[in-house]
């Protein structure tokens, strides 16, 4: 048995042959974190560390549980030091993704085809950077390795988008890379709330002084980021919340938060309920996707978080009592009036999956001939990995339609995670390929082969089409 080889992680002749038909698709990376001003420079690396490392806290948290300390994992030790230290982490993380990812980025990137082994630290280190130094390996080079044909960036509504606008003139660009709206400041919750809303009135011209005035203004923000080429909005929330409010409360919170005053956890919920139900429904209106991230307890580690800021590893699975009964009514409210979104939902807590896909069932209908509109989003973060994502498409199977998922995606900060989603056609591979195996489905290469792609790619597309 060989380790990493072309059947890597295809566990029967079923699941190889499957994964013909997956293996070439394209990316439609609909949901990172990429810089698109690093797309448009498109700076080659210089270093290995800078490449991999740098700002990837999934690593970061590795380290960590292997008794590295700080100082060589976010603080400012010299770059040889920390690759030596991930390198003797990660040769030990039998069973993390991350030993499988590594794996496949040195082979698919680098073309270096051996086990990642402590001694083997210094030889790594040279050769990756000896590669590094021809001046290649860029992130457009990475994008055009993985055949990414789409890039969905993250983006502060109230970014001028102009390196979108840079992206998009340059012909010798052939991925498309388009924002995504992510409001996380227009929550009261959120400590820059204030000074976020004294920047939208400026930016949009107008008076905030009530809800209606808030919600107007997101909508020029909205509408500015459609023509951008804007195809999808994203938020992440601890917990999924609906409260039947009057606009009249609403417009005393935005009063109470704007003046400073603390506000109790009730309005918090009251504001997140109400300007999200808003946002939706515009959402709906200039045709993008909603995507919802929740379940995540964020920076809770209060030393290093004071020290590191925030996005280095300290969050982790929430819980929420009522989960069902706030998502149900959250999604009538905006069924109710015929302003549902397409919406992907993903949970970070893999105990509601089947809550989860159960509940987005109910709300399917529509008139559009839209297949499946409310989309159970592939395993999150903590979710990545084999078991999470086996686990959310039999519950994603169980509950509605497997043929109609959109698949996987990178939502990470590296140019390197494009090899996630080899990972994840391997694996989908080999979970249908065992239904054909002990004969659950039929071995037909007419039904099997749009299944696979459709899921690896062309429901994605379809799906983010406005």
């Known amino acids: 048995m060989t380790f990493n080889d072309s059947n890597f992680m295809l566990k029967s002749d079923a699941a190889k042959h499957l994964y013909t038909f997956a293996k070439d698709m394209p990316i439609y990376d609909f949901h990172c974190h990429l810089d698109p001003q690093a797309i448009f420079e498109d700076k080659p690396y210089e270093n290995i560390v800078d490449l991999w490392l740098d700002g990837d806290h999934y690593k970061w948290r590795l380290m960590r549980a292997n008794g590295i300390a700080e100082e060589l994992i976010t603080g400012d030790a010299p770059k040889k030091e920390k690759f030596r230290v991930w390198i003797e982490t990660v040769s030990r993380a039998f069973?993390?993704?991350l030993y499988h990812w590594s794996h496949l980025e040195l082979k698919t990137v680098f073309g270096i085809d051996e086990v990642i082994k402590a001694e083997n630290w210094k030889s790594l280190y040279e050769r990756l950077n000896s590669i590094l130094a021809q001046g290649k390996i860029s992130p457009r080079y990475l994008l055009e390795l993985s055949n990414v044909r789409f890039v969905?960036?993250?983006d502060h509504p109230l970014d001028d988008l102009v390196w979108h606008e840079k992206i998009a003139a340059d012909a010798s660009i052939d991925v498309v890379v388009a924002p995504t709206f992510r409001p996380d400041e227009a929550f009261v919750a959120h400590a820059n709330f204030a000074s976020f809303t004294e920047k939208l009135a400026q930016k949009t011209g107008r008076q905030i002084a009530s809800f209606a005035d808030f919600v107007a203004a997101m909508d020029d923000r909205i509408a500015y980021f459609a023509e951008h080429g804007c195809q999808a909005s994203d938020i992440s929330f601890g917990a999924v919340q609906y409260q039947a409010t009057e606009v009249s409360d609403l417009d005393a919170i935005l009063t109470k938060a704007l003046s400073g005053q603390a506000l109790t956890?009730?309005?918090?919920?009251?504001?997140?309920?109400?300007?999200?139900?808003?946002?939706c429904r515009l959402y709906h209106?200039?045709?993008?996707?909603?995507?919802?991230?929740?379940?995540a307890v964020r920076n809770s580690h209060s030393k290093l978080y004071s020290q590191l800021g925030p996005d280095s590893g300290f969050d982790s699975m929430g819980d929420q009592i009522d989960l069902a009964d706030h998502l149900n009514r959250f999604l009538d409210a905006l069924a109710s009036t015929d302003q549902l979104p397409k919406m992907v939902w993903y949970t970070l807590n893999p105990s509601y999956n089947v809550l989860?896909?159960?509940?987005?069932?109910?709300?399917?209908?529509?008139?559009?001939g839209q297949l499946s509109q409310l989309?159970?989003?592939?395993?999150?973060w903590f979710n990545d990995t084999k078991t999470g994502m086996l686990d959310q498409m039999t519950h994603y199977a169980e509950q509605g339609l497997l043929a109609n998922f959109i698949?996987?995606?990178?939502?990470s900060r590296s140019f390197m995670s494009f090899q996630r989603h080899d990972y994840f056609r391997r694996i989908l591979s080999s979970f249908i390929g065992e239904w054909v195996e002990t004969e659950e489905i039929p071995n037909d290469d007419s039904l099997l082969k749009p299944f696979i792609q459709d899921i690896c790619y062309n429901n994605a597309?379809?799906?983010?089409k406005k």
């Open 95 to 97: 069973g993390n993704p």
């Open 152 to 154: 969905g960036t993250t």
């Open 265 to 279: 956890a009730l309005e918090k919920s009251q504001w997140q309920s109400g300007i999200y139900l808003e946002l």
């Open 285 to 295: 209106k200039h045709g993008l996707v909603t995507q919802v991230h929740f379940g």
């Open 356 to 368: 989860l896909a159960n509940t987005l069932a109910n709300f399917q209908a529509n008139n559009r």
């Open 375 to 380: 989309q159970f989003g592939a395993g999150w």
């Open 407 to 411: 698949g996987m995606l990178t939502d």
């Open 461 to 464: 597309q379809q799906f983010f």
